[in-house]
């Protein structure tokens, strides 16, 4: 099932505190984000833009 993207699309990384790298990627529309809290304590989200986020992926080689 393809995920939409629209105006209410909101992309973003998940960087793991302790080493500070980045441990997944994805976009969701922001009424499924929770405003944007993050639930693990371990972790911090990033919000990126579409152009952002659609840059970092082609550069890491990722499909979603």
């Given at each position: 099932?393809?995920?939409?993207?629209?105006?209410?699309?909101?992309?973003?990384?998940?960087?793991?505190?302790?080493?500070?790298?980045?441990?997944?990627?994805?976009?969701?529309?922001?009424?499924?984000?929770?405003?944007?809290?993050?639930?693990?304590?371990?972790?911090?989200?990033?919000?990126?833009?579409?152009?952002?986020?659609?840059?970092?992926?082609?550069?890491c080689?990722l499909?979603?």
């Amino acid at each position: 099932m393809k995920k939409i993207q629209d105006k209410d699309t909101r992309y973003f990384i998940d960087i793991e505190l302790k080493t500070q790298k980045v441990v997944s990627n994805g976009y969701d529309q922001k009424q499924n984000l929770d405003e944007g809290r993050q639930t693990n304590p371990k972790l911090h989200r990033l919000f990126l833009t579409k152009g952002q986020y659609n840059k970092f992926v082609e550069r890491c080689g990722l499909n979603n």
